[in-house]
């Protein structure tokens, strides 16, 4: 792969996608907090692949202003459509591999839709890494899907103070409601069908993450708040997840 792609947001994703993208021969330019800003918002030719976290998206997008849609990539967690249809002919990745320091593992192909989708996908996969394009639908199920991975694997396990494996030991029940108000809201909500499959895949890729225990609850409102949200704009319920919102709104109060 020969194309220029900007990493914005040299963290653990951005890092390894950026490993994976120069084994395959691109030129990778890491975009930091401090530099190279300039050039990645320019007239430079090359994908800029986003991978800065929720909170930083909106800020990111304003400095992007400038750049073609097409040569965009947003590689986000969490329920982003309101911002990101604000661009639209963008592309968008769903990343399916957890990355810690020295620990790395795969846990699903991640998925790609949009117009750099392909010619990325090759060259990550030339690098080593699992991934796939997915169409418009499977795109939006596979979104729903990741939806109820990320409202688990967070904010449950700050609240009860447990690891993954922990939690799902001695709260299975509540996991499983967490993550089924999760995915059909947001299926709802995406125009796409739940399915009870996405509950047993879940278990599947739970096992490599058992150790995963979280210090702080991260991006809440585009997770199990922005569930809470659309249920609630949908007349639906979500219980599981507000009480678990409402648990860690009431350990911040003085």
């Known amino acids: 792969m020969s194309e220029r792609v900007f990493i914005i947001g040299m963290g653990e994703v951005g890092r390894r996608l950026g490993d994976a993208l120069v084994a395959a021969g691109a030129a990778v ?5 401090a530099a190279g800003w300039e050039r990645a918002a320019g007239a430079e030719p090359g994908v800029r692949l986003v991978c800065v976290g929720e909170d930083g998206l909106a800020a990111a997008m304003g400095r992007l202003a400038a750049v073609q849609a097409e040569r965009l990539v947003f590689v986000q967690n969490g329920w982003l459509r309101p911002l990101l249809d604000a661009r639209p002919g963008h592309t968008r990745a769903l990343i399916w591999f957890t990355s810690k320091a020295s620990f790395f593992h795969e846990l699903r192909p991640s998925v790609l839709h949009g117009p750099a989708a392909a010619s990325l996908a090759r060259g990550l996969r030339s690098g080593g890494l699992n991934c796939r394009v ?4 499977e795109f939006r199920e596979r979104e729903a899907e ?25 709260h299975r029940r509540e996991a499983w409601t967490v993550f089924t108000e999760a995915v059909e809201v947001t299926a709802r909500a995406l125009g796409v069908r739940a399915r009870s499959s996405w509950w ?55």
């Not at 997915?134 to 639908?137: I, L």
């Not at 990320?150 to 922990?166: A, D, M, T, W």
């Open 29 to 33: 330019v890491p975009v930091t907090r």
């Open 134 to 137: 997915a169409g418009d639908g």
């Open 146 to 170: 990741k939806m109820g991975f990320n409202c688990v694997v967070g904010l449950p396990l700050v609240v009860r103070g447990l690891s993954l494996g922990e939690y799902l030991a001695a």
């Open 200 to 254: 047993r895949r879940f278990l599947a890729v739970a096992g490599p993450l058992a150790w995963v225990r979280p210090s702080a609850a991260k991006a809440l409102e585009f997770r199990n708040g922005a569930v809470v949200d659309l249920a609630a704009a949908m007349s639906l319920d979500a219980a599981a997840n507000r009480a678990l919102l409402d648990a860690v709104a009431a350990r911040s109060r003085p």
